[in-house]
């Protein structure tokens, strides 16, 4: 959770670690990580996601919203 | 005994003369159907709700801790308990039917027109009450489905500029389903709704006994079908009293309604609780099979398909206020709809795109 949005840390191969809200921009069910084909799909309308947020398909009108996030040593901060 | 209490209220209230003008003289159209029973029967559809919704409320607790768990205890540790919900729960989609049937059969028959045409508005009214009563109830188990069908449904008013997301906000009471959702849903169910509802019933029977029942356009002289331009009230002096005969139509169906209840409760008591409708809520999972209630799908389906979200809800807006004010849209004298063509074709288009549109929703 960061503010009251249930969110998901990524570990995109290659290009480090990303933070985005899990809710969907559809109508706010919540995404879930697709590991076969690795994006993220929203179970209510099949709203499909990339591991940056990006719209791949479906009815989301707006990407994922990402969050601030920075690695400290061995602690990830999000905000 | 009996006749001392009918005497009593005969000097106090004149009980034999109501009886007679209200029951016994009371006159119904001679070609009157068995579709003109419906409203009665939602009216009884809508006591079983306020009895069953009363013995609800004494067990069940409105927070987000306890909801689920009074539920469940009311389900199967409440003597009776089970029967009172599984009641409610098919007795509210049961209430719905016979108001959509209602209208349906009014729509056909061509009564919404002049001068019915506030009792029509009104009885659209009380159709989206009721609609707002299932929907403000769906959510008050906290189960996974009662969650997330509200997340979905308080999402859809965030696509409209400007003011989308303060009405999201006002009926969640936040940015997310909460224990404030709850509390506004429970008040909105058991306190404001009831009145709201019974102000309408009053105004639709005040307009119905004022005007008088519209006789079926089938059968009668092209002038008898034409609106009047006047007022006069239509008493159907030639038509058949209401009592007996048409009270033991009400009666009938009334049995059927109940018949019907208790078949679904007793051969089908799972048909209005899925899977998800047996799992507490969790706000951080949403279930595969997210949807609203089946007199909602095809409206969730409709906006499903319009890429546009705030265009999908437009359209439903404008289809919403044609429907609420057909009878000035339908000027047309003719009151039988087998002869208008367009109208029927209109009619039928229509009903067929709901069922298809709400079959597709389900799947």
């Known amino acids: 959770m960061f503010n009251g949005v249930p969110a998901v840390i990524l570990n995109r191969p290659g290009k480090g670690l990303i933070a985005v809200s899990r809710v969907c921009t559809h109508l706010g069910c919540l995404v879930q990580y697709d590991k076969e084909n690795r994006r993220l799909l929203c179970p209510c309308h099949a709203g499909v996601y990339d591991l940056e947020g990006n719209i791949v398909s479906g009815p989301p009108p707006k990407p994922l919203p990402k969050l601030p996030l920075r690695v400290e040593g061995e602690t990830i901060v999000i905000g | 005994m009996w006749e001392r209490v009918k ?202 006994k004022r005007i008088g029942i519209s006789a079926t356009p089938f059968g009668q002289q092209a002038e ?30 009334v049995m059927v309604y109940l018949a019907i209840m208790f078949a679904l409760i007793t051969l089908t008591p799972n048909l209005f609780f899925p899977e998800e409708a047996i799992i507490p809520a969790n706000a951080f999972k949403t ?16 906006l499903k398909l319009i890429p546009n979200k705030f265009l999908g809800i437009i359209i439903q807006l404008a289809l919403f206020m044609v429907f609420l004010l057909w009878p000035f849209f339908d000027t047309e004298k003719e009151k039988n709809i087998m002869k208008r063509p367009l109208l029927r074709g209109l009619f039928l288009f229509s009903f067929i795109l709901w069922l298809i549109l709400m079959f597709w929703g389900r799947s």
């Open chain 2, 287 to 302: 279930p595969v099979n997210v949807r609203p209630e089946w007199y909602l799908l095809a409206p969730y389906q409709m």
């Open chain 2, 224 to 253: 008898e079908k034409r609106p009047w331009t006047e007022y006069h009230k239509k008493s159907h002096a030639d038509g058949y009293p209401y009592y007996p005969r048409f009270f033991q139509m009400d009666m009938l169906m």
């Open chain 2, 7 to 208: 005497n009593w209220m005969e000097t106090r209230i004149g009980l034999d003369d109501l009886v007679r003008s209200q029951v016994t003289e009371y006159r119904v159209p001679k070609n009157i159907n068995i579709f003109y029973t419906l409203g009665f029967v939602a009216a009884i559809g809508y006591l079983i709700q306020v009895l069953s919704g009363i013995m609800l409320l004494i067990y069940y607790v409105p927070h987000p801790d306890h909801a689920f768990k009074s539920v469940q205890f009311i389900m199967h540790t409440v003597p009776y308990g089970w029967l009172f919900r599984q009641m409610h729960v098919v007795g509210s989609n049961l209430m719905i039917a016979a108001i959509g049937l209602h209208m349906l059969t009014v729509f056909a028959m061509g009564n919404y027109k002049r001068p019915r045409e506030l009792t029509w508005v009104g009885g659209a009214l009380l159709l989206f009450v009721t609609v707002a009563f299932g929907f403000s109830g769906y959510l008050l188990p906290w189960t996974q489905l009662s969650y997330w069908a509200t997340t979905v449904v308080t999402s859809i008013p965030t696509a409209v500029p400007v003011i989308g997301d303060f009405v999201a906000g006002i009926l969640r009471g936040g940015d997310h389903v909460t224990g404030t959702t709850l509390s506004r849903f429970f008040a909105f169910h058991v306190s404001i709704l009831p009145p709201l509802f019974m102000i309408l019933v009053g105004v639709h029977l005040f307009l119905i």
